[in-house]
């Protein structure tokens, strides 16, 4: 079993920074992309940013050039540098790995249990 745990979310006002980290911790042989998430009330989960285990990266459009993802392969943790944030990116952020565990060969999906981050004035 692998659990991933967020932590950095908080109240943040607009312009402003906050850096998400995310732990992957259990029976891990190998993680290979990482990933955040973001889900406000009513729509669909929704893609930040994700990392893959070479370090290249993807964002949506509307966080290019304001948030960075980052990850410390060693540590089994990436990073979500949010910076000049908007009220949109209130939600909550949700951490995402596809790992390959200790004894088996398969790739599974896991979910950590969200941080909430919200932008007000």
């Known amino acids: 079993q692998v659990r991933l745990v967020e932590s950095g979310g908080g109240l943040v006002q607009p312009g402003g920074s906050l850096r998400l980290s995310c732990t992957a911790s259990?029976?891990?042989?190998?993680?290979?992309?990482m990933g955040w998430y973001r889900q406000t009330p009513g729509k669909d989960r929704e893609l930040v940013a994700e990392i893959n285990n070479r370090d290249e990266t993807n964002y949506r459009d509307s966080v290019k050039g304001r948030f960075t993802i980052s990850r410390d392969t060693a540590k089994n943790t990436i990073f979500l540098q949010m910076n000049n944030v908007k009220s949109e990116d209130t939600a909550v952020y949700y951490c995402?790995?596809?790992?390959?565990?200790?004894?088996?060969?398969?790739?599974?999906?896991?979910w950590g249990q969200g941080t909430q981050v919200t932008v007000v004035s």
């Open positions: 259990g029976r891990i042989l190998k993680i290979n992309n």
């Open positions: 995402d790995a596809f790992v390959t565990e200790l004894g088996s060969w398969d790739i599974r999906e896991y």
